[in-house]
C-alpha cells in the first residue's frame, strides 16, 4: 500500500540521499497528529504530538507543516518526511480514501503536503508502517519477508519485503482482516456481518470486539477483551476457553496468509499482542493447517508498540 509517485522530480531531489540528515516520521491520526525524528543512526531525536483539528482539513495540512517545521527549527537541519494515516491513496485518482478522519477522504493529501512543506513526501497506510518499522530495526529487523499485524479495535496489516512496503495497484497489498475466516467450522458461519459491508471476516473474529462479542456468544456474559484476557490469566475457565478459541482462530488465519506470502516473520501489534500465551499457542495450532511438513515462520511481538506507526512513516525513506 506505499503510495508514491517515483518519477517526482522533487522526490529525487530532496531525498536522504541527496544527503539530508534527518527523517521525519508523521502518524496522522483521528484524535492526534505526531512527529518523530530520525537520525542516520535510526536514534529519536525529537517527539511531538498535537491535537488532529476536528474536521477542518485545512487546518490539519496546516497542523503537520508546523510540526515539520519547529522541529527543523529545533534540530538545525532539514529532514525528510513520511506519513502513516488510516486509508489509502488511489493510484488511480491520488485521492484518500477509507479514512477514519473523514474530512480527509476524497482529498488530494500527498499533493497538497509536498505544496505546503515544500518537498516530496512519502505517505501510506497505517498498518504499513507498523510493519515496516518493525522490520526495519524492530522484531522483524533482518527478516527478508515481514508480515506485520495490528489486532487492536480492528485488524490491519501490512507486507514489507527487503526493506520495502509492498505495493499494489489497488492500494490494498496485507488488507488481511477482510478476507474470511479460513477454514470455517459450522457455528462460525456466515459469522458476525463486518462494517465492510460482508459477514464472517477475520476482522469480526479476531479484532476485540470480536473476542468480546465470541464470549458473550459462549457464556452470556458481556466483558471487554482486557477484561477476559486478565480473568483467563487468572484460571477463569470460561475466559481460558475463549481465549484459546481466539488462538486457534488467529492459528488458522495466519496459516491461510502463510500459504500465500510464506513469510519468515509474523509480528503482532496492537492491544491483543500483549497476551502472552499467543505466542506459544498460535504456532502450535497452525501447523495443522499450513501446507508444509514444518513451519520455520516466526511469530513474534512488536518491538516498538505504539511507536511503530510513526518510526515506519520515517523509514518510508530509508533508500
Ligand atoms: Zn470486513
Known amino acids: ?3 508514491r509517485d517515483a518519477s517526482s522530480k522533487a522526490e529525487r531531489a530532496d531525498g536522504p540521499s541527496a544527503g ?17 525524528a530520525l537520525d542516520s543512526a535510526g536514534q529519536e531525536r525529537l517527539r511531538r504530538r498535537v491535537a488532529t483539528p476536528q474536521g477542518d482539513y485545512q487546518a490539519t495540512l496546516a497542523a503537520v507543516a508546523a510540526l515539520v517545521d519547529e522541529a527543523e527549527r529545533e534540530l538545525g537541519a532539514r529532514g525528510s518526511v513520511g506519513v502513516g494515516t488510516p486509508g ?15 474530512c480527509l ?16 513526501v512519502r505517505i501510506t497506510n497505517d498498518a504499513n508502517c507498523f510493519a515496516l518499522s518493525e522490520a526495519t530495526d524492530g522484531a522483524g529487523a533482518g527478516a527478508e519477508v515481514v508480515f506485520g499485524a495490528i489486532l487492536g479495535t480492528g485488524v490491519g496489516a501490512g507486507i514489507v519485503v527487503r526493506g520495502q512496503v509492498l505495493d499494489g ?16 467450522r459450522d457455528d462460525e458461519r456466515p459469522g458476525r456481518r463486518c462494517f465492510c459491508g460482508q459477514h464472517g471476516c477475520i476482522e469480526t473474529f479476531l479484532a476485540g470486539p470480536g473476542i468480546a462479542a465470541d464470549h458473550a456468544a459462549h457464556t452470556g456474559a458481556r ?9 483467563a490469566a487468572l484460571g ?23 500459504n500465500i506470502l510464506d513469510p519468515d516473520v509474523v509480528v503482532l501489534g496492537g492491544g491483543l499482542s500483549n497476551i502472552d500465551r499467543l505466542y506459544e499457542n498460535v504456532p502450535r495450532y497452525w501447523g495443522d493447517y499450513v501446507f508444509s511438513d514444518r513451519v520455520d515462520t516466526r511469530l513474534v511481538r512488536h518491538a516498538y508498540g505504539d511507536s511503530s506507526g510513526v518510526r515506519g512513516a520515517a523509514w518510508l525513506w530509508n533508500t
Open 236 to 258: 477463569d475457565a470460561a475466559c481460558n476457553a475463549t481465549l484459546a478459541r481466539y488462538e486457534e482462530r488467529l492459528a488458522r488465519a495466519l496459516a491461510h496468509l502463510i
Open 1 to 3: 500500500m506505499a503510495i
Open 105 to 120: 477522504n476524497g482529498q488530494p493529501i500527498r499533493r497538497d503536503l509536498e505544496r505546503v512543506l515544500d518537498r516530496a
Open 223 to 231: 466483558l471487554p477483551a482486557p477484561d477476559i484476557v486478565a480473568a
Open 88 to 102: 489509502s491513496i488511489s493510484r488511480a485518482t491520488g485521492l484518500l480514501r477509507g479514512s477514519n478522519s473523514v
Open 20 to 36: 539530508v540528515p534527518l527523517r521525519f516520521g508523521i502518524d496522522l491520526g483521528g484524535s492526534k497528529i505526531e512527529i518523530i
Open 169 to 184: 495497484p489497488n492500494a490494498i497489498a496485507g488488507e488481511w482482516g477482510h478476507n474470511p475466516l479460513p477454514w470455517p
